[in-house]
């Protein structure tokens, strides 16, 4: 190769790799960005239903607070805690906070049974869903549950 050859194909590489990091950099999430979405949740109840694959009920109740300087998203889930009882009440408290090694929003809930669920918040087109990894029959999965602010 000619070396005007390797010259045009090195400007059309740093070319690509340009457009690369400047569309990369418009896509990351911020950590302003991200309580700016889900802070707009805050002060609500917000209320899910359906059923579950075995056809019972589903509902939860979701309630949102700030904490600490408003650096963290306190969360508080309300459903079936007792399923022969049908027993309603505070099933999950979680909270949403920044995580600065990583710059993603982590999220932890710890439930009425003792189980802790932690992943990542992630965040696409106003929307955003949770990544984490979950038991299924003794295989963990990567779950999802998605949401909209």
Same mark, same amino acid.
């Given at each position: ?5 390797? @010259?045009?194909? #090195? ?5 690509? @790799? @340009? ?12 950590? !302003? ?13 917000? #209320? ?12 939860? &109740? $979701? ?20 399923? &022969? ?7 999950? &408290?979680? $909270?949403?906070?920044?995580?600065? %090694? ?6 932890? !809930? *710890?439930?009425? *049974?003792?189980?802790? #669920? %932690?992943?990542?918040?992630? *965040? %696409?087109?106003?929307? *955003? ?15 999802? #549950?998605?949401?909209?602010?």
């Amino acid at each position: 190769m000619t070396a005007q050859i390797l @010259l045009k194909i #090195t400007k059309r590489l740093l070319i690509v @790799l @340009l457009i690369a990091i400047v569309v990369n950099s418009y896509s990351q999430v911020t950590k !302003e960005s991200a309580f700016e979405t889900l802070g707009a949740l805050v002060g609500g109840t917000w #209320t899910y239903g359906g059923k579950w694959s075995n056809g019972e009920p589903f509902k939860q &109740e $979701i309630t949102y607070t700030w904490g600490v300087n408003n650096q963290i998203i306190k969360v508080q889930t309300k459903g079936i805690i007792d399923r &022969e009882a049908k027993t309603y009440g505070l099933r999950n &408290e979680g $909270i949403r906070a920044w995580d600065m %090694e990583v710059n993603k929003m982590k999220f932890y !809930e *710890f439930d009425i *049974f003792g189980g802790v #669920t %932690e992943g990542y918040c992630v *965040f %696409e087109e106003g929307q *955003f869903h949770f990544e984490y990894l979950y038991d299924v029959e003794g295989k963990m999965e990567t779950m999802g #549950t998605r949401g909209s602010a």
